[in-house]
């Protein structure tokens, strides 16, 4: 397929409530849709998620604008491509800047299943059309409660409740034990980074399934230390942000689990090598939110569809962010599902 065109659009939207971490307050998100044309005609879209500043990763979505327009773009366009996993290496000379990477890579692979009018699911191998839904918590102690309830009613059956280390610790054994049905899963982001294993283990009695990303990035020891002495499962997040990273948490045995982003890692290339690890070192893999639009988001179900991905990911509904997605149809939860569609590619209309 040889590259014809490429085009940048910005999406900006309020969301429809307030995400709270730990590190940040969310309420309007901005991300860059990129949409690459074959000489067939066909379109393929990516998603650049990086967030306004570098607190969550060090991409900044302005940043991220600047080297696909003077960076990335020259280096596709007009090229002929036999294969999508060509695009990592034609961006080589560039360093880091994986968010913006991933936008235009993903777009070529939603572009080359076009070409082969498949669906991507199916073009990378994936074998599940139903993909269990999961919804995030990122809420003020007092709405925590009530949001949860909200989300069961929602059919959701897999919530992840952002935690630090003053989260009170009754209220979530209450919540948790409230719903023996659902599988529950906690975020730290860090938080516990001031604190400690001790600190940590406190929360090991709540009924988590797992502990997302307790300590620093590069915290390796005490991700170690906490994965011998919790029977909660240890699940990296913000660690694993390349094929190094993840060799480095199996060597240094510093968790069970992780979270797959996509955008983090460089797009679908370097992400499937990371499932390929996963795979021999049986370690458990699932798929993170970015608190994205549809385009990420499909790319991001078609991920989920492949075999050995075994924990329910953040897969929430078009309207769970978002007064109105790009895509059409949205994206809808049914029975705490979501079902992929057959059309080609992504699956959706960007609108
Ligand atoms: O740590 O997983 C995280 C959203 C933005 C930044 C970081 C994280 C998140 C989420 C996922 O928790 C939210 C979602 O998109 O469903
Ligand atoms: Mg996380």
Redesign the pocket.
Known sequence: VTIRDIQLETVRQPLRKP?K?VLQQ?EEREVIIVSVTGDKGHVGYGECVA?ETPW?TEETITGCRFVLVHSLLPLLDGKTISHPNEVWELFQTVKGNRMAKAAVEMAVWDLFAKVDQQSLWKFVGGSRQAIPAG??V?ADPSKIAEQVAQAVNSGYRRI?I?IHPETDRTLLKTIVAAYPEILFFA?A?GSFQTHSVERLKTFDDIGFTLI??PFGERQWELHAQAKKELDTKICL??SIASVEDMQEMIDREAGDII?LKMSRLGGWTETLKVIELCRTHSIGTWV?????FGVSKAHNLALASLPGIIYPG?F?ASGH?WEKDIIEPEIIVENGEIVLSDQPGIGYTVV
């Open positions: 995400f971490t969310v967030f969550y919804v995030v990122a992840k952002k975020d982001n997302e990303q997040d913000e979270v993170g939110g970015m608190i994205e953040d929430s962010f």
